[in-house]
């Protein structure tokens, strides 16, 4: 081997930094988020002295840079602090990753040296962002959208209405799409820097889902809103690329919010079955059982190590986009069916709202829905496979 040549590593080795890390968000999970998650859920609100908690702790601007008030982090760091956050709670989980793995993310790459001064610092800070694409006639065809923006000298006037937006009932700042061209198809997309006083816009309708019940989703509603031509994200018409290179790197996320969730079905499942007895002794003690928690462990650590190694390519500089997707699209399958096993472990009980377990199981069917749906990630995989 050169000198020059880098030693591969086991994926899950962490440095000394990342493991400190992981340790710090996976205490505060445990202690201050943990005692909360059923309450939480029960009124689908997010308690907002924890979201400021992820501000102080510096969860909100890992990857931002050190002099504009984030932790100078790596992409990897967020992946584990989604994974940790959502052990205990996949709505705290999603918050954080849209802060940092799509909005702080998609300004790193392509904001002016003004737009980052203003904005980064604030949302390293205090204020939560939204990336808003999908409309109510466009999910998976997400650049059919109907929002416009208007050209009018200084300012664009964007008229439309955005639906299922992540962190809107909270959030300050919003990452909007608008079709500045609509001649030009997807190549008039363009992406505008939103904040939440400006003239025209509107917070509308909370959802009322069956899981993530405390990460708000809302409609967005834009009406002439008026919006500087200082913000615009990168180029007029470049939108689409903004949109599609974001997505990529957030699905590395929901992969890590999904591996997290179904970690946290295996831990309850595990000490269930240690504590549970029939037949006289603990269930775990059954054979049967056990090879369930075994192949929910196995399954579990295939997903992490496709997450992590997405992580590690996308820190890495290297191409991740079929690695990302098949990332997303396994883990989302694998939380999903951890979470029902953990639910026939825990027998009646974990029906009930008494267990966590039920919580989880809804709360893993969106891993197959946002950013994406499997459907959607298995072309984006095909795509590679058939060279197209
Ligand atoms: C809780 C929640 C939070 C969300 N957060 C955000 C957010 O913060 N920002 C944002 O912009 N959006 C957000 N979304 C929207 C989300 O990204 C979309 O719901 C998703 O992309 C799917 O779009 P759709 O719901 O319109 O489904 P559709 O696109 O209508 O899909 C319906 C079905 O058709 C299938 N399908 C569609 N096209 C194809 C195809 N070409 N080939 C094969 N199958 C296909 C899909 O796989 C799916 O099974 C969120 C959604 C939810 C539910």
Redesign the pocket.
Known sequence: MTATEVQPAALTILTEEEKLFQASVRRFAREQIAPHVREMDDASLFRKDIIRQFFELGLMGIEIPEELGGQGGSFFQCILAVEELSAVDPSAGVIVD?QNTICNNALLRWATTEQKSKYLPQLAANTLA?????EAG?????FAMATRAEDCGDHYLLTGR???????AEAGFFLLFANANPEAGYKGVTAFLIEREFPGFQVGKK?D?LG?RA?S?CELILDNCRVPRENVLGDVGKGYKIAIETLNEGRIAIGAQMIGLARGALDHATAYAKERKQFGKAIGEFQGVQFELAKMATEIEAARLLVYNAARLRDAGMPFLTEAAMAKYYSSEVAEKAASKAIEVHGGVGITKDYPVEKLYRDAK?GR????????QL?TIAKKLLGK
């Open positions: 849209v939204s990336y808003a694409l999908s466009s999910g998976s065809d997400a955005k639906l299922w937006i992540t962190n809107a959802e889902k993530l990460s989703t969106i829905i946002y950013e994406g749906t499997s459907n959607i072309l």
